[in-house]
C-alpha cells in the first residue's frame, strides 16, 4: 500500500469563507465544490507529509498548517493587503526557512514559509 495524498478538512459552516484566503490571495484553484465540502490545491506534484510538533520552533505556538510558497514576499504582501493580521514573522530560521504565521478565516495557524 502507498499513501497518495493527505488532505487536511477544516470544519466550518462557512466554506465560502475560504475563498479569499486560500484562493484569491494564496492562488489555489477550486479542486471539488460540492457546496457541503470545497476542496483547494494545485495540480502541480506535492510531496506527501503529516508532521507532529511540540512547538512550532523558535518558541512560536504550533501551526495548524504550514504552506510552501515560492514567493514568500508576495505571499506576505497578499495577506497584508487582504486585511489577515500577520501573528509572526516575517522571520529567517536557522533551519533555512523564511516565514511568518497568519490565522485564515476559521482561526487556523498558518505557517507560510519559503526554503531559502
Do not use: C
Not at 5 to 33: C, K, P, S, W
Not at 58 to 67: E, V
Not at 71 to 98: C, K, T
Amino acid at each position: 500500500m502507498k499513501v497518495k495524498r493527505i488532505v487536511a478538512n477544516i470544519r466550518t459552516n462557512d466554506i465560502q469563507a475560504a475563498h479569499r484566503f486560500y484562493h484569491d490571495v494564496l492562488g489555489l484553484e477550486v479542486l471539488m465544490d460540492h457546496e457541503w465540502i470545497r476542496t483547494y490545491g494545485s495540480n502541480e506534484e506535492m510531496s506527501v507529509q503529516i508532521s507532529f510538533a511540540a512547538q512550532g520552533g523558535s518558541g512560536t505556538p504550533t501551526p495548524d498548517l504550514s504552506i510552501e510558497v515560492d514567493d514568500i514576499e508576495a505571499a506576505l504582501s497578499g495577506m497584508r493587503n487582504a486585511g489577515f493580521p500577520i501573528e509572526y514573522g516575517p522571520a529567517d530560521e536557522p533551519w533555512g526557512v523564511r516565514r511568518f504565521y497568519v490565522r485564515d478565516p476559521f482561526g487556523k495557524l498558518v505557517n507560510i514559509l519559503a526554503h531559502q
